[in-house]
């Protein structure tokens, strides 16, 4: 099926519908970066490629372009730098700090200090080419530093004019509220997708009721949801995946049946199975923006479009009881860093 992606391309609307993210406007879908550089196979072997898939991705309508300084790290930014010379007024900036400790020579760890915040932005500023960063998240909650210190330097860095919003990754309930108070809070990013509902119980709820927008990454359960991947054998040693407990043993093939529902409603609708998790997503609710990740330009095109499919009530139930994914999300050291 795979003319289908380009069957909902022309159908789709010329401008891409946008959300908001607090007072943040994006395209309703974006683009994940992480790809390209940094944590899958082959990531960082094709740099022209990912920037015909950036510029591919603004002229199909999407503004929001995700990347962060643990990418890489450092060349993911670089590359998005390059991408949008001449093109930087169209596109919503997201990156991340908080992973990277500058501070201690760039080991890489948790660090929200107020001076690592500033050494972070100032080499953020640099590799992506602007004067401004339009959404800045914390990558992760720092337990070394109270989340008001964090989100009182990044209300200066507002009030200073080199980052427009600020968002938070992985946060929990009482740290969203808690830095809520001190400055608005624009988005959270989180994983969320068909095989990781965590969010529904308390975050979603939470975010509706502060008006903070939602950012799904791995929003294709890093790719397993689109049905392409039947085994691990391809994956080299740098791909995270390789040690993801979704990836491995008896979870692997478990999960595989989870896949095989989505590309069963995909054939009945007449779109791809990354196209009917993404329409998923999108259905629950209207502060919502998933960031699905590729480095290819046929990849983006699929992906955003997206936005032209319509489930029945009768798929989107179908949708809805699908069996949690077994094994956790993380490997054993990426749990240990997400607050519940």
Do not use: C
Not at 238 to 244: F, M, S, V
Request: cysteine-free.
């Amino acid at each position: 099926m795979r003319s289908t992606p380009y069957t909902f391309l022309e159908k789709q609307r010329t401008v891409m519908k946008h959300i908001k993210l607090g007072d943040l406007a994006v395209s309703r879908i974006g683009l994940g970066l992480v790809s390209m550089s940094y944590a899958y196979t082959g990531a960082g072997t094709d740099d022209a490629e990912s920037i015909r898939t950036i510029h591919r991705a603004l002229d199909l309508g999407v503004t929001f372009l995700d990347t962060a300084e643990v990418y890489g790290p450092y060349i993911n930014e670089e590359l998005l730098g390059k991408a949008l010379k001449g093109r930087r007024d169209q596109a919503v900036v997201a990156t991340k700090f908080g992973m990277i400790s500058h501070a201690q020579g760039g080991a890489a760890k948790l660090d929200s200090s107020p001076a690592n915040i500033r050494a972070s932005v100032e080499g953020s500023l640099k590799r992506l080419g602007t004067d401004h960063i339009d959404l800045y998240y914390q990558h992760r909650v720092d337990p070394n530093t109270p989340i008001e210190d964090t989100v009182g330097t990044l209300a200066e860095l507002v009030t200073e004019g080199k980052v427009r919003h600020i968002g938070l990754s992985e946060a929990g309930p009482e740290t969203i509220r808690r830095a809520h108070a001190v400055h608005p809070i624009a988005a959270l990013q989180s994983e969320y997708s068909l095989w990781t509902r965590d969010p529904e119980a308390e975050i979603l709820p939470l975010l509706r009721e502060l008006n903070i927008g939602f950012v799904p990454y791995s929003p294709l359960g890093r790719g397993f949801l689109t049905g392409q991947i039947r085994s691990t054998g391809g994956f080299d040693d740098t791909d995270l995946r390789k040690n993801n407990p979704r990836f491995t043993g008896e979870n692997f093939q478990h999960n595989l049946r989870i896949a095989d529902e989505v590309q069963a409603i995909a054939a009945e609708a007449g779109a791809t199975a990354a196209q009917i998790a993404l329409a998923w997503l999108l259905t629950r609710g209207d502060n919502i923006a998933p960031i699905p990740g590729t480095k290819r330009v046929a990849r983006v095109e699929e992906n955003t479009a997206a936005d032209a499919v319509e489930l029945t009530a009768e798929q989107l139930q179908q949708l809805d009881d699908l069996p949690p994914a077994v094994g956790a999300s993380h490997d054993e050291a990426g749990m240990r860093i997400m607050e519940r």
